[in-house]
């Protein structure tokens, strides 16, 4: 099987990832949230760290993507930034390594060894970019997967406030690798159009696995309605 035919239909990957300071950070609530959303039917988990991984490949039995999340001063790369967090996400299990693949910091020649090593183990790559461009070298690079996660997450990607649907359709046309649809999607309906537009795959994250920030939705509609 190719790597990039890991995922045998396309569909919703659920991003179960919660942050040290979040509430749900720690013990086996990640591998819970994996484990509620295969049961309703997704098609892979993307997740943060090495515990998280180690949890979810236990509990589910569909692929993993894995990141770590790292801040390093003076950079703005923070997910899967260097060789060391690679090779924790292979041997914690990950059968996807997902990666910044954007224009930032040489970036683009930085992570050619990244994604020799992992392919060299047998994982996959999901390159994390922001703008047509960097998918487009990402492809060049040997990508397996190209995710939508960092538009308007860079300071020259387009910013706005739902998901970039024009940057999906322009990947969609260019690239030949699958692409996933991932970035303020918040409603089946953005999920469902991103597939229209040509994604292969859609990942969902805080719409469905991060209460705190669902919530906080609900209450800012209720002070405007109120207002």
């Not at 569909?62 to 690679?86: A, M, Q, Y």
């Not at 910091?105 to 960097?134: F, N, Q, Y």
Request: proline share 4%; with cysteine.
């Amino acid at each position: 099987m190719a790597r990039s035919e890991i995922f045998p239909v396309s569909g919703l990957i659920v991003s179960c990832q919660a942050l040290e300071h979040e509430p749900l950070h720690g013990g086996d609530t990640m591998a819970k949230m994996a484990r509620a959303a295969v049961q309703s039917g997704a098609i892979g988990i993307r997740t943060n760290g090495v515990h998280d991984i180690l949890m979810i490949k236990k509990e589910v039995d569909v692929p993993v993507i894995g990141l770590i999340k790292r801040d390093i001063p003076g950079s703005s790369v923070f997910i899967t930034p260097t060789l060391d967090e690679v090779k924790a996400i292979v041997i914690a299990g990950a059968d996807i390594v997902a990666l910044d693949v954007t224009n930032r910091e040489g970036r683009l020649e930085a992570v050619k060894p990244l994604i020799a090593w992992a392919h060299e183990m047998g994982a996959a790559v999901m390159a994390d970019i922001s703008t047509l461009e960097e998918g487009l070298a990402a492809e060049s690079l040997g990508v397996d997967f190209i995710g939508t996660t960092l538009a308007g997450y860079t300071l020259y990607s387009t910013q706005q406030e739902g998901p970039d649907f024009e940057l999906l359709e322009q990947l969609c046309a260019k690239v030949s690798v699958p692409v996933v649809a991932e970035g303020r999607i918040w409603t089946p309906e953005e999920a469902a159009k991103a597939l229209a537009c040509g994604a292969t795959y859609v990942v969902v994250g805080s719409a469905i696995t991060r209460p705190q920030l669902i919530t906080e939705r609900y209450v800012k509609a209720l002070y405007t309605q109120r207002a």
